[in-house]
Nanobody, 127 residues
């Protein structure tokens, strides 16, 4: 497993932008598919975006498609989530997660297939 630490959360006005980062420790970061999930108060954790271990393929929830961008830098063991055109409904704790199998199993959006999680970073989209 890898250890994951998110950063970059904060309070942003509606329509604003923010970039989250998730730093991974340990070897073999490039062997993990990476994803971002989020959990709003009183709601279940939901899939936001994912990226293939080599960075070529990306996946997005319909609710963020065209507004959020996931990327990774394997040389820095870091995955990013650029949030743009933020809405109040984007308010949540954002978690990054790693998995060697989720994408191969066709379960990119399934939290249960990710075995390493960060502690989360709070994003507030103020209206």
């Amino acid at each position: 497993q890898v250890q994951l630490v998110e950063s970059g959360g904060g309070l942003v006005q509606a329509g604003g932008s923010l970039r989250l980062a998730c730093a991974a420790s340990g070897r073999s970061f490039s062997s993990y598919g990476m994803a971002w999930f989020r959990q709003a108060p009183g709601k279940e954790r939901e899939f936001v975006a994912a990226i293939h271990r080599r960075g070529g393929d990306t996946y997005y929830a319909d609710s963020v498609k065209g507004r959020f961008t996931i990327s990774r830098d394997n040389a820095k063991n870091t995955v990013y989530l650029q949030l743009s055109s933020l809405k109040p409904e984007d308010t949540a704790v954002y978690y990054c997660a790693a998995s060697k199998t989720a994408q191969a199993l066709g379960g990119t959006e399934l939290a249960a297939l990710y075995d390493s999680w960060g502690q989360g970073t709070q994003v507030i989209g103020a209206s």
